[in-house]
Protein backbone atom coordinates (compact mmCIF):
# COMPACT_ATOMS: atom_id res chain seq x y z
CA UNK A 1 0.00 0.00 0.00
CA UNK A 2 1.59 3.47 -0.82
CA UNK A 3 1.06 6.49 1.15
CA UNK A 4 0.85 10.25 -0.30
CA UNK A 5 0.83 13.24 1.62
CA UNK A 6 -0.65 16.51 -0.79
CA UNK A 7 -0.17 19.98 0.59
CA UNK A 8 -2.22 23.05 -1.66
CA UNK A 9 -1.34 26.38 -0.32
CA UNK A 10 -3.69 29.52 -0.71
CA UNK A 11 -4.07 33.00 0.55
CA UNK A 12 -5.90 31.70 3.58
CA UNK A 13 -4.38 28.62 4.46
CA UNK A 14 -3.50 24.97 3.60
CA UNK A 15 -5.35 21.93 2.38
CA UNK A 16 -3.54 18.66 3.45
CA UNK A 17 -4.79 15.51 1.82
CA UNK A 18 -3.63 12.14 2.29
CA UNK A 19 -4.04 9.61 0.05
CA UNK A 20 -3.46 5.43 0.27
CA UNK A 21 -3.19 3.91 -3.62
CA UNK A 22 -4.52 7.40 -4.85
CA UNK A 23 -7.82 7.05 -2.93
CA UNK A 24 -8.66 10.24 -0.22
CA UNK A 25 -8.87 8.92 3.21
CA UNK A 26 -7.98 12.00 4.84
CA UNK A 27 -8.46 15.82 4.42
CA UNK A 28 -7.50 18.68 6.53
CA UNK A 29 -7.89 21.88 6.36
CA UNK A 30 -5.05 24.67 8.22
CA UNK A 31 -6.68 28.35 8.23
CA UNK A 32 -4.54 31.22 9.19
CA UNK A 33 -6.96 31.75 11.85
CA UNK A 34 -7.20 28.25 13.59
CA UNK A 35 -5.31 29.36 16.59
CA UNK A 36 -6.52 27.16 19.17
CA UNK A 37 -5.09 23.74 18.17
CA UNK A 38 -4.27 20.59 20.04
CA UNK A 39 -1.29 20.26 21.55
CA UNK A 40 -0.67 23.80 22.46
CA UNK A 41 0.01 25.20 25.82
CA UNK A 42 -1.33 28.80 26.84
CA UNK A 43 -0.71 30.18 30.40
CA UNK A 44 -4.63 30.99 31.63
CA UNK A 45 -6.18 32.51 33.87
CA UNK A 46 -9.15 31.13 35.95
CA UNK A 47 -12.53 33.27 35.17
CA UNK A 48 -15.10 31.18 36.70
CA UNK A 49 -15.27 27.96 38.74
CA UNK A 50 -18.56 25.92 38.35
CA UNK A 51 -19.17 23.59 41.69
CA UNK A 52 -22.27 22.11 39.64
CA UNK A 53 -20.30 20.73 36.96
CA UNK A 54 -17.07 20.31 39.00
CA UNK A 55 -15.60 22.26 36.18
CA UNK A 56 -13.42 25.59 35.48
CA UNK A 57 -13.71 27.99 32.64
CA UNK A 58 -10.50 29.38 31.52
CA UNK A 59 -9.33 32.59 29.74
CA UNK A 60 -6.70 31.30 26.60
CA UNK A 61 -7.78 34.30 24.73
CA UNK A 62 -10.35 32.36 22.77
CA UNK A 63 -14.11 34.14 21.85
CA UNK A 64 -15.32 31.87 25.03
CA UNK A 65 -13.88 30.72 27.70
CA UNK A 66 -12.20 27.43 27.44
CA UNK A 67 -13.48 24.54 29.94
CA UNK A 68 -11.44 22.75 32.33
CA UNK A 69 -13.10 19.64 34.11
CA UNK A 70 -11.65 17.96 37.28
CA UNK A 71 -10.67 14.94 35.85
CA UNK A 72 -8.87 16.82 33.30
CA UNK A 73 -6.10 18.12 36.25
CA UNK A 74 -4.12 15.19 36.29
CA UNK A 75 -2.63 13.95 39.46
CA UNK A 76 0.41 16.20 39.28
CA UNK A 77 -1.44 19.32 39.44
CA UNK A 78 -0.30 20.56 42.63
CA UNK A 79 3.57 20.54 41.08
CA UNK A 80 2.36 21.68 38.09
CA UNK A 81 0.76 24.67 39.88
CA UNK A 82 4.07 24.89 42.44
CA UNK A 83 6.56 24.95 39.35
CA UNK A 84 4.36 27.38 37.05
CA UNK A 85 4.43 30.21 40.50
CA UNK A 86 8.15 29.73 40.90
CA UNK A 87 8.73 30.42 37.44
CA UNK A 88 6.88 33.02 37.54
CA UNK A 89 8.30 34.33 40.60
CA UNK A 90 11.72 33.87 38.87
CA UNK A 91 12.27 31.71 42.32
CA UNK A 92 13.36 28.71 40.22
CA UNK A 93 15.81 28.66 36.79
CA UNK A 94 16.52 25.08 36.44
CA UNK A 95 13.67 24.49 33.64
CA UNK A 96 14.74 20.57 33.46
CA UNK A 97 13.57 19.71 36.66
CA UNK A 98 16.39 18.90 38.00
CA UNK A 99 15.98 18.70 41.89
CA UNK A 100 12.45 19.76 41.75
CA UNK A 101 10.66 18.26 44.61
CA UNK A 102 7.24 16.78 43.39
CA UNK A 103 4.26 18.03 45.30
CA UNK A 104 1.69 14.90 46.36
CA UNK A 105 -1.13 14.01 44.10
CA UNK A 106 -4.78 15.51 43.97
CA UNK A 107 -7.39 13.80 44.93
CA UNK A 108 -9.47 11.60 42.19
CA UNK A 109 -12.71 12.56 43.35
CA UNK A 110 -12.00 16.02 44.50
CA UNK A 111 -13.82 19.39 44.28
CA UNK A 112 -12.70 21.59 41.57
CA UNK A 113 -13.13 24.95 43.90
CA UNK A 114 -10.15 22.73 46.22
CA UNK A 115 -7.02 23.10 43.87
CA UNK A 116 -8.55 25.81 41.85
CA UNK A 117 -8.83 29.83 42.71
CA UNK A 118 -10.79 32.69 40.80
CA UNK A 119 -7.80 34.88 38.70
CA UNK A 120 -5.74 32.28 39.07
CA UNK A 121 -2.81 31.97 36.67
CA UNK A 122 -2.13 28.23 34.89
CA UNK A 123 -0.41 26.20 32.37
CA UNK A 124 -2.92 24.61 29.99
CA UNK A 125 -3.02 22.48 27.00
CA UNK A 126 -5.82 22.35 24.56
CA UNK A 127 -7.12 18.79 23.88
CA UNK A 128 -10.00 19.64 21.64
CA UNK A 129 -10.36 22.85 19.51
CA UNK A 130 -12.75 25.14 19.59
CA UNK A 131 -16.21 23.43 18.26
CA UNK A 132 -19.74 24.71 16.63
CA UNK A 133 -20.50 27.24 19.82
CA UNK A 134 -18.19 25.20 22.71
CA UNK A 135 -14.87 26.82 23.34
CA UNK A 136 -11.20 24.97 23.44
CA UNK A 137 -11.14 21.26 25.99
CA UNK A 138 -8.37 21.79 28.93
CA UNK A 139 -5.88 19.93 30.22
CA UNK A 140 -3.53 20.27 32.54
CA UNK A 141 -2.00 17.07 32.22
CA UNK A 142 1.08 18.67 30.04
CA UNK A 143 2.58 16.06 27.36
CA UNK A 144 4.62 17.04 24.12
CA UNK A 145 4.44 14.13 21.41
CA UNK A 146 7.52 13.78 19.15
CA UNK A 147 7.91 11.08 16.58
CA UNK A 148 8.64 7.79 18.82
CA UNK A 149 8.15 9.25 22.57
CA UNK A 150 5.89 11.11 24.52
CA UNK A 151 7.15 13.06 27.37
CA UNK A 152 5.10 13.90 30.22
CA UNK A 153 6.29 16.18 32.58
CA UNK A 154 6.08 15.91 36.59
CA UNK A 155 5.74 12.12 36.03
CA UNK A 156 8.70 9.12 36.65
CA UNK A 157 6.56 6.38 34.92
CA UNK A 158 7.54 4.88 31.56
CA UNK A 159 4.82 3.06 29.75
CA UNK A 160 5.27 1.46 26.00
CA UNK A 161 2.06 1.76 23.44
CA UNK A 162 -0.14 -1.47 23.97
CA UNK A 163 0.29 -2.14 19.84
CA UNK A 164 3.97 -3.38 20.04
CA UNK A 165 3.31 -6.83 21.69
CA UNK A 166 6.67 -8.41 21.48
CA UNK A 167 7.21 -8.59 25.36
CA UNK A 168 11.18 -9.32 24.56
CA UNK A 169 10.89 -5.69 22.43
CA UNK A 170 8.98 -4.00 25.21
CA UNK A 171 11.54 -4.47 27.89
CA UNK A 172 14.10 -3.70 25.93
CA UNK A 173 12.49 0.08 25.33
CA UNK A 174 11.37 0.16 28.88
CA UNK A 175 15.39 -0.93 29.65
CA UNK A 176 16.61 2.01 27.52
CA UNK A 177 14.36 4.81 27.96
CA UNK A 178 14.71 4.57 31.76
CA UNK A 179 18.68 4.76 31.33
CA UNK A 180 18.35 8.16 29.68
CA UNK A 181 15.38 9.82 30.38
CA UNK A 182 16.09 13.08 33.41
CA UNK A 183 14.07 12.69 36.66
CA UNK A 184 11.02 14.23 36.82
CA UNK A 185 9.53 13.44 33.61
CA UNK A 186 7.68 10.60 32.18
CA UNK A 187 7.59 8.81 28.83
CA UNK A 188 5.41 6.92 26.62
CA UNK A 189 6.96 5.23 24.09
CA UNK A 190 4.63 5.23 20.94
CA UNK A 191 3.86 2.59 18.32
CA UNK A 192 6.28 3.61 15.80
CA UNK A 193 9.48 3.00 18.05
CA UNK A 194 9.56 -0.45 17.38
CA UNK A 195 12.89 -1.74 16.25
CA UNK A 196 14.77 1.95 17.14
CA UNK A 197 18.21 1.68 17.79
CA UNK A 198 19.12 4.14 21.42
CA UNK A 199 20.23 6.87 19.11
CA UNK A 200 17.31 7.85 17.45
CA UNK A 201 15.00 7.66 20.68
CA UNK A 202 17.96 9.87 22.54
CA UNK A 203 17.87 12.37 19.75
CA UNK A 204 13.58 12.32 19.92
CA UNK A 205 13.89 12.40 23.36
CA UNK A 206 16.68 15.19 23.40
CA UNK A 207 14.37 17.31 21.06
CA UNK A 208 11.23 17.28 23.69
CA UNK A 209 13.88 18.49 26.16
CA UNK A 210 14.73 21.16 24.46
CA UNK A 211 10.79 22.31 23.05
CA UNK A 212 9.79 22.10 26.63
CA UNK A 213 13.28 24.19 28.39
CA UNK A 214 12.45 27.01 25.24
CA UNK A 215 8.75 26.97 26.21
CA UNK A 216 9.63 27.51 30.12
CA UNK A 217 11.65 30.27 29.74
CA UNK A 218 9.14 32.50 27.65
CA UNK A 219 6.69 31.63 30.85
CA UNK A 220 8.92 33.24 32.95
CA UNK A 221 7.93 37.30 30.95
CA UNK A 222 4.62 35.53 29.22
CA UNK A 223 1.63 37.30 29.66
CA UNK A 224 -1.81 35.70 30.29
CA UNK A 225 -3.23 33.99 27.53
CA UNK A 226 0.20 34.11 25.88
CA UNK A 227 1.08 30.77 24.07
CA UNK A 228 3.99 28.69 26.02
CA UNK A 229 4.38 26.04 23.50
CA UNK A 230 2.91 25.23 20.15
CA UNK A 231 2.44 23.01 17.91
CA UNK A 232 3.81 22.31 15.20
CA UNK A 233 1.94 22.61 11.90
CA UNK A 234 -0.88 20.36 10.89
CA UNK A 235 1.36 19.11 7.48
CA UNK A 236 4.69 18.62 9.90
CA UNK A 237 2.34 16.84 12.87
CA UNK A 238 1.24 14.79 10.16
CA UNK A 239 4.38 13.50 9.06
CA UNK A 240 5.67 12.92 12.54
CA UNK A 241 2.76 11.11 13.28
CA UNK A 242 2.27 9.09 10.14
CA UNK A 243 5.88 8.89 7.72
CA UNK A 244 6.48 5.30 7.78
CA UNK A 245 8.00 2.59 4.84
CA UNK A 246 4.87 3.66 2.87
CA UNK A 247 5.24 7.02 2.18
CA UNK A 248 6.25 7.24 -1.27
CA UNK A 249 5.69 11.16 -1.53
CA UNK A 250 5.06 14.46 -0.36
CA UNK A 251 4.20 17.01 -2.80
CA UNK A 252 3.76 20.47 -1.66
CA UNK A 253 2.59 23.55 -3.93
CA UNK A 254 4.06 26.61 -1.86
CA UNK A 255 7.88 26.95 -1.79
CA UNK A 256 8.41 28.08 2.04
CA UNK A 257 6.22 24.83 2.98
CA UNK A 258 8.35 22.60 0.80
CA UNK A 259 11.34 24.21 3.02
CA UNK A 260 9.98 23.37 6.05
CA UNK A 261 8.80 19.91 5.43
CA UNK A 262 11.89 19.21 3.76
CA UNK A 263 14.22 20.98 6.84
CA UNK A 264 11.73 18.96 9.36
CA UNK A 265 12.41 15.47 7.57
CA UNK A 266 15.78 16.42 7.55
CA UNK A 267 15.76 16.31 11.18
CA UNK A 268 13.45 13.20 12.19
CA UNK A 269 14.14 11.00 8.80
CA UNK A 270 16.77 12.04 6.74
CA UNK A 271 17.00 9.02 4.46
CA UNK A 272 13.65 9.85 3.98
CA UNK A 273 14.16 13.31 2.82
CA UNK A 274 14.17 12.85 -1.29
CA UNK A 275 10.25 11.76 -1.14
CA UNK A 276 9.44 15.54 -0.74
CA UNK A 277 8.81 16.79 -3.63
CA UNK A 278 8.01 20.48 -4.50
CA UNK A 279 4.97 21.09 -7.19
CA UNK A 280 5.57 22.86 -10.35
CA UNK A 281 3.04 21.68 -12.47
CA UNK A 282 0.92 24.98 -14.92
CA UNK A 283 -2.64 22.98 -13.31
CA UNK A 284 -2.89 23.86 -8.97
CA UNK A 285 -1.94 20.60 -7.39
CA UNK A 286 -5.07 18.99 -5.65
CA UNK A 287 -6.64 19.24 -9.80
CA UNK A 288 -3.36 17.87 -11.41
CA UNK A 289 -4.19 14.29 -8.75
CA UNK A 290 -7.80 14.48 -9.15
CA UNK A 291 -8.44 15.43 -5.80
CA UNK A 292 -10.82 18.31 -6.38
CA UNK A 293 -13.00 15.67 -8.19
CA UNK A 294 -12.63 13.10 -5.54
CA UNK A 295 -13.83 15.98 -2.85
CA UNK A 296 -16.72 16.61 -4.96
CA UNK A 297 -18.06 12.84 -5.40
CA UNK A 298 -17.42 12.16 -1.27
CA UNK A 299 -18.50 14.68 0.61
CA UNK A 300 -22.31 14.45 -0.30
CA UNK A 301 -25.06 13.28 1.27
CA UNK A 302 -25.38 10.01 -0.80
CA UNK A 303 -22.02 8.07 -1.82
CA UNK A 304 -21.84 5.76 -4.61
CA UNK A 305 -20.27 2.07 -3.61
CA UNK A 306 -18.24 0.33 -6.26
CA UNK A 307 -19.64 -2.50 -7.96
CA UNK A 308 -23.39 -0.86 -7.03
CA UNK A 309 -24.85 -0.23 -3.78
CA UNK A 310 -24.35 3.44 -2.11
CA UNK A 311 -24.34 4.94 1.19
CA UNK A 312 -26.63 7.83 2.48
CA UNK A 313 -25.34 9.89 5.18
CA UNK A 314 -26.92 12.00 7.40
CA UNK A 315 -26.02 14.11 10.01
CA UNK A 316 -28.60 15.74 13.51
CA UNK A 317 -27.81 16.91 16.84
CA UNK A 318 -26.75 14.15 18.50
CA UNK A 319 -25.51 11.35 16.34
CA UNK A 320 -24.75 10.53 12.63
CA UNK A 321 -26.81 7.84 10.74
CA UNK A 322 -25.84 5.73 7.48
CA UNK A 323 -27.66 4.00 6.09
CA UNK A 324 -26.49 1.00 3.29
CA UNK A 325 -28.11 0.60 0.07
CA UNK A 326 -27.66 -2.28 -2.38
CA UNK A 327 -29.37 -0.10 -5.79
CA UNK A 328 -28.56 -2.03 -8.87
CA UNK A 329 -27.02 -4.84 -7.11
CA UNK A 330 -29.82 -6.36 -6.20
CA UNK A 331 -29.67 -8.81 -9.46
CA UNK A 332 -26.46 -9.78 -9.21
CA UNK A 333 -26.28 -12.65 -6.74
CA UNK A 334 -28.12 -15.37 -6.57
CA UNK A 335 -30.25 -14.84 -3.15
CA UNK A 336 -31.19 -11.58 -1.27
CA UNK A 337 -28.59 -12.80 1.71
CA UNK A 338 -25.45 -12.93 -0.73
CA UNK A 339 -26.38 -9.34 -2.21
CA UNK A 340 -26.53 -7.77 1.44
CA UNK A 341 -23.60 -9.28 2.05
CA UNK A 342 -21.77 -8.89 -0.48
CA UNK A 343 -23.42 -4.82 -0.32
CA UNK A 344 -22.49 -4.74 3.78
CA UNK A 345 -18.94 -5.76 3.19
CA UNK A 346 -18.13 -3.16 0.83
CA UNK A 347 -19.97 -0.30 2.65
CA UNK A 348 -18.19 -1.15 5.29
CA UNK A 349 -14.70 -0.34 3.62
CA UNK A 350 -16.00 3.01 2.57
CA UNK A 351 -18.17 4.10 5.84
CA UNK A 352 -14.56 3.43 7.66
CA UNK A 353 -12.84 5.57 4.94
CA UNK A 354 -16.20 8.48 5.64
CA UNK A 355 -15.66 8.72 9.31
CA UNK A 356 -11.67 9.52 8.93
CA UNK A 357 -12.37 11.61 5.78
CA UNK A 358 -15.03 13.64 7.17
CA UNK A 359 -13.19 13.45 11.19
CA UNK A 360 -17.40 12.34 11.77
CA UNK A 361 -17.14 11.78 15.94
CA UNK A 362 -19.69 11.08 18.81
CA UNK A 363 -21.98 8.33 18.02
CA UNK A 364 -22.43 7.15 14.75
CA UNK A 365 -25.61 4.31 14.25
CA UNK A 366 -25.36 2.09 10.85
CA UNK A 367 -28.06 1.01 9.32
CA UNK A 368 -26.58 -2.28 6.98
CA UNK A 369 -28.94 -4.14 4.39
CA UNK A 370 -31.04 -7.19 6.87
CA UNK A 371 -29.28 -10.26 6.87
CA UNK A 372 -30.54 -13.06 8.47
CA UNK A 373 -27.58 -15.80 9.64
CA UNK A 374 -25.69 -14.65 12.70
CA UNK A 375 -22.26 -15.67 10.93
CA UNK A 376 -22.79 -13.13 8.37
CA UNK A 377 -23.07 -10.18 10.86
CA UNK A 378 -20.07 -11.44 12.73
CA UNK A 379 -18.41 -11.16 9.37
CA UNK A 380 -19.31 -7.34 8.85
CA UNK A 381 -18.30 -6.94 12.58
CA UNK A 382 -15.02 -8.55 12.05
CA UNK A 383 -14.27 -6.20 8.64
CA UNK A 384 -15.59 -2.96 10.87
CA UNK A 385 -13.01 -4.01 13.39
CA UNK A 386 -10.47 -4.76 10.54
CA UNK A 387 -11.04 -1.01 8.61
CA UNK A 388 -10.77 0.55 11.94
CA UNK A 389 -7.70 -0.23 12.85
CA UNK A 390 -6.00 2.10 10.54
CA UNK A 391 -7.91 5.07 12.35
CA UNK A 392 -6.07 7.10 14.99
CA UNK A 393 -8.75 8.73 16.61
CA UNK A 394 -10.15 6.33 19.90
CA UNK A 395 -13.11 4.49 18.57
CA UNK A 396 -15.31 1.55 19.69
CA UNK A 397 -17.34 -0.65 17.48
CA UNK A 398 -20.36 -3.04 18.65
CA UNK A 399 -21.65 -5.35 17.27
CA UNK A 400 -24.74 -5.78 15.13
CA UNK A 401 -27.92 -5.52 17.00
CA UNK A 402 -31.03 -7.94 15.90
CA UNK A 403 -32.04 -5.02 13.60
CA UNK A 404 -29.06 -4.81 11.46
CA UNK A 405 -27.68 -1.77 13.35
CA UNK A 406 -24.26 -0.77 14.48
CA UNK A 407 -23.18 1.42 16.97
CA UNK A 408 -19.72 3.15 16.56
CA UNK A 409 -18.48 5.40 18.85
CA UNK A 410 -15.58 8.26 17.49
CA UNK A 411 -13.45 10.51 19.59
CA UNK A 412 -13.42 14.11 17.67
CA UNK A 413 -10.53 16.50 18.67
CA UNK A 414 -11.77 19.13 15.72
CA UNK A 415 -14.09 20.28 13.88
CA UNK A 416 -15.95 17.97 11.48
CA UNK A 417 -14.99 18.10 7.76
CA UNK A 418 -17.64 19.71 5.90
CA UNK A 419 -17.58 20.53 2.34
CA UNK A 420 -20.32 21.83 0.59
CA UNK A 421 -21.00 19.78 -2.72
CA UNK A 422 -24.05 21.21 -3.97
CA UNK A 423 -24.08 24.23 -6.05
CA UNK A 424 -26.20 27.49 -6.88
CA UNK A 425 -28.37 26.84 -9.46
CA UNK A 426 -26.98 29.42 -12.08
CA UNK A 427 -30.72 30.04 -13.54
CA UNK A 428 -32.42 31.09 -9.90
CA UNK A 429 -29.58 31.78 -8.24
CA UNK A 430 -30.89 29.69 -5.51
CA UNK A 431 -34.11 31.37 -5.27
CA UNK A 432 -36.10 28.21 -6.66
CA UNK A 433 -37.38 30.98 -9.28
CA UNK A 434 -36.57 31.85 -13.02
CA UNK A 435 -38.18 34.64 -15.41
CA UNK A 436 -40.96 33.83 -16.96
CA UNK A 437 -39.69 31.48 -19.86
CA UNK A 438 -42.06 32.88 -22.51
CA UNK A 439 -40.73 36.55 -21.69
CA UNK A 440 -37.05 35.90 -22.20
CA UNK A 441 -37.40 36.26 -26.25
CA UNK A 442 -38.81 39.43 -25.92
CA UNK A 443 -36.17 40.74 -23.56
CA UNK A 444 -33.47 39.45 -25.63
CA UNK A 445 -35.15 41.69 -28.58
CA UNK A 446 -35.05 44.85 -26.46
CA UNK A 447 -31.63 44.17 -25.11
CA UNK A 448 -30.73 43.80 -29.46
CA UNK A 449 -32.57 46.85 -29.66
CA UNK A 450 -30.20 48.80 -27.19
CA UNK A 451 -26.73 47.29 -28.76
CA UNK A 452 -28.08 47.82 -32.18
CA UNK A 453 -28.88 51.32 -31.84
CA UNK A 454 -28.24 52.89 -28.64
CA UNK A 455 -24.51 51.38 -28.24
CA UNK A 456 -24.52 51.21 -31.88
CA UNK A 457 -22.48 47.96 -31.87
CA UNK A 458 -21.72 47.04 -35.83
CA UNK A 459 -20.79 43.00 -35.43
CA UNK A 460 -23.09 41.34 -32.80
CA UNK A 461 -22.86 37.73 -31.37
CA UNK A 462 -25.39 36.33 -29.22
CA UNK A 463 -24.33 33.09 -26.74
CA UNK A 464 -27.85 31.79 -26.27
CA UNK A 465 -29.71 28.38 -25.48
CA UNK A 466 -29.79 26.15 -27.84
CA UNK A 467 -34.21 25.87 -27.79
CA UNK A 468 -33.44 29.71 -28.29
CA UNK A 469 -30.69 29.87 -31.29
CA UNK A 470 -33.73 27.51 -32.72
CA UNK A 471 -36.77 29.59 -31.92
CA UNK A 472 -35.10 32.47 -33.36
CA UNK A 473 -33.44 30.74 -37.13
CA UNK A 474 -36.22 28.64 -37.71
CA UNK A 475 -38.63 29.17 -40.99
CA UNK A 476 -38.17 31.09 -44.20
CA UNK A 477 -38.19 34.04 -42.82
CA UNK A 478 -36.72 33.87 -39.48
CA UNK A 479 -36.33 36.33 -36.50
CA UNK A 480 -32.96 36.79 -37.66
CA UNK A 481 -34.16 37.69 -41.10
CA UNK A 482 -36.25 40.36 -39.65
CA UNK A 483 -33.46 42.09 -37.24
CA UNK A 484 -31.30 42.22 -40.32
CA UNK A 485 -33.84 44.28 -42.41
CA UNK A 486 -34.38 45.88 -38.86
CA UNK A 487 -31.40 47.50 -38.25
CA UNK A 488 -29.10 46.56 -41.07
CA UNK A 489 -26.99 44.18 -39.36
CA UNK A 490 -26.46 40.52 -39.52
CA UNK A 491 -26.73 38.91 -35.95
CA UNK A 492 -24.75 35.94 -35.54
CA UNK A 493 -26.20 33.10 -32.69
CA UNK A 494 -23.84 30.64 -31.21
CA UNK A 495 -25.22 27.71 -29.53
CA UNK A 496 -24.35 27.86 -25.63
CA UNK A 497 -25.89 24.47 -23.98
CA UNK A 498 -23.77 25.68 -20.62
CA UNK A 499 -26.31 28.60 -20.63
CA UNK A 500 -29.79 28.18 -19.02
CA UNK A 501 -32.74 28.58 -20.95
CA UNK A 502 -33.20 31.91 -20.08
CA UNK A 503 -29.78 33.64 -20.24
CA UNK A 504 -27.66 34.94 -22.84
CA UNK A 505 -24.88 36.91 -23.71
CA UNK A 506 -24.08 39.68 -26.36
CA UNK A 507 -20.54 39.34 -27.88
CA UNK A 508 -17.61 40.88 -29.85
CA UNK A 509 -16.19 40.25 -32.68
CA UNK A 510 -13.12 38.01 -30.20
CA UNK A 511 -15.78 36.32 -27.92
CA UNK A 512 -15.53 39.01 -25.16
CA UNK A 513 -18.74 39.82 -23.62
CA UNK A 514 -19.94 43.27 -24.36
CA UNK A 515 -21.81 44.82 -21.59
CA UNK A 516 -24.73 45.88 -21.85
CA UNK A 517 -25.19 50.04 -21.08
CA UNK A 518 -27.95 51.16 -19.44
CA UNK A 519 -28.16 54.93 -18.55
CA UNK A 520 -30.22 56.23 -15.10
CA UNK A 521 -33.25 58.55 -15.44
CA UNK A 522 -30.55 60.92 -13.19
CA UNK A 523 -27.66 60.87 -15.80
Not at 33 to 52: A, P, S
Not at 374 to 381: D, H, L, M, S, T
Not at 463 to 474: C, E, I, M, V
Amino acid sequence: MSTELLIDSAQNGSRIALLEDKSLIELHSEGMDNQFKVGDIYLGTVRKIVNGLNAAFIDVGYEKDAFLHYQDLGPNFNSLTKFTKQVRNNNYSNYMLKGFENESEIDKIGKISSPLSKNQQILVQVVKEPISTKGPRLSCELSLPGRYLVLVPFSDSVNVSKKIRSSEERKRLLRLINSIKPANFGVIIRTVAEGQSVTELDKDLRNLLTNWEEGMKKLLKAKSRDKIIGEMSMASSLVRDLLNESFDAITVEEESTYDQIKSYIRTIAPEKEKIVKLHNGKAKLFESFGIEKQIKSLFGQTVSLPQGGYVIIEHTEALHVIDVNSGNKSNQESDQESTALKTNLVAVKEIARQLRLRDMGGIIVVDFIDMKRAENKKVIFDAMNSEMKSDRSKHTVLPLSKFGLMQITRQRVRPEVNIVTKETCPACNGTGKIQASILVADKLEKDLEHMATIQNVDKIQIGLHPYLHAYFTSGMISQRVKWFFKYYKWVKLIKDSSLPVTEYRFLDESGEEIELIVKSETD
